[in-house]
């Protein structure tokens, strides 16, 4: 499985833009990049998917490299509830694929929101 | 619409004892998967089932084993615990279809302690 890499922490002020990148110059051409959090004392959730074109959703905006060697999730508004490990996963959809199944987790970004 | 509930939600076991882990997947789901999560670390595959039947398995020896229900509730049983078991165990459940990622909808997880 093609893997990712990340930042292990990351400070933000409340109310300021941050920008989580990842790492992942071994991806796919059929890869999605997938992001899930997890916020203190629960199971991750997920946040935002794309493949090549930026998306948005009412959580973040994910931004992803030309050559989809890289992307960055983007908050765009921090809140002390955003203060969470946030996750950067690769998945194949290819049918029989395994990573199709499961959510491969590397260690994350830790994100602290100071307020 | 309900959530994933898992229970209970915290356990206390002796070495060689065994344990039963429970899972509630989200209404219209078909798929479980279960993870663990070491403290300090992310979530690892430990397996998925898919209508029943085992889907996929991570890097786990055999006393790690389970069971989804016709209802789509779960159970992860683990034989002969060892001290390395304690963990933050996660139940997933989603909505499978013939191709494509899952978006994966996590329970709370249930905090094993191994003596």
């Known amino acids: 499985d093609a893997k990712t890499t990340q930042p292990n922490s990351m400070e933000s002020n409340e109310e300021e833009p941050v920008h989580l990148p990842c790492n992942h110059s071994?991806?796919?051409?059929?890869?999605?990049i997938h992001w899930y959090r997890q916020l203190p004392s629960q199971g991750p959730e997920y946040v935002i998917h794309?493949?090549?074109s930026n998306v948005n959703n009412r959580m973040a905006s994910l931004a992803i490299a030309e050559d989809r060697k890289s992307s960055t999730l983007i908050l765009h508004r921090a809140t002390l509830r955003d203060a969470a490990v946030y996750y950067c996963?690769?998945?194949?959809?290819?049918?029989?694929?395994?990573?199709?199944?499961?959510?491969?987790f590397g260690s994350g970004t830790q994100l602290t929101v100071l307020p | 619409e309900t959530g994933v509930t898992q229970s209970p939600t915290h356990l206390i076991k002796t070495r060689g004892q065994q344990v039963t882990l429970r899972c509630s997947s989200q209404?219209?789901?078909?798929?479980v998967s279960w993870y663990q999560q070491a403290l300090g670390q992310g979530p690892q595959f430990i397996f998925q089932y898919y209508r029943e039947e085992e889907n996929g398995r991570g890097n786990f020896p055999p006393r790690f084993s389970g069971l989804q229900f016709p209802n789509y509730s779960s159970e992860l049983n683990v034989n002969a615990l060892e001290l390395d078991d304690s963990a933050l165990y996660l139940c997933a459940s989603s909505w499978q279809g013939l191709a494509g990622t899952d978006t994966q909808y996590f329970g709370p997880g249930t905090r094993l302690t191994v003596l």
């Open positions: 996963i690769l998945r194949d959809p290819t049918p029989g694929s395994g990573s199709a199944r499961q959510l491969t």
């Open positions: 794309g493949l090549t």
């Open positions: 209404s219209g789901h078909n798929t």
């Open positions: 071994t991806i796919s051409g059929t890869d999605y």
